[in-house]
């Protein structure tokens, strides 16, 4: 959740209108709000785009291995 209590946040640099669709996309289930790569930035990316994207990361053979020991233990 946003926080809106200036006592422990600070004011806000966000309109009321920018705070009404920011709290909008937080309660949206078909959005993940995510960092951007570089600026310390922020997007919202529909989560379908968001999980083909990682699937896509984790399938390169270039990088990640599939691996028959759990490593975790």
Request: hydrophobic share 35%; proline share 3%; aromatic share 10%.
């Amino acid at each position: 959740m946003l926080g809106t209590c200036s006592c422990c946040y600070g004011e806000s640099n966000l309109s009321v209108a920018e705070t009404n669709r920011l709290t909008r996309l937080e309660k949206a289930s078909d959005f993940c709000i995510t960092p951007a790569d570089k600026g310390g930035k922020w997007m919202a990316v529909p989560f379908a785009s968001y999980k083909d994207e990682a699937y896509r990361q984790l399938d390169d053979a270039g990088i990640y291995a599939h691996v028959q020991t759990d490593f975790t233990l």
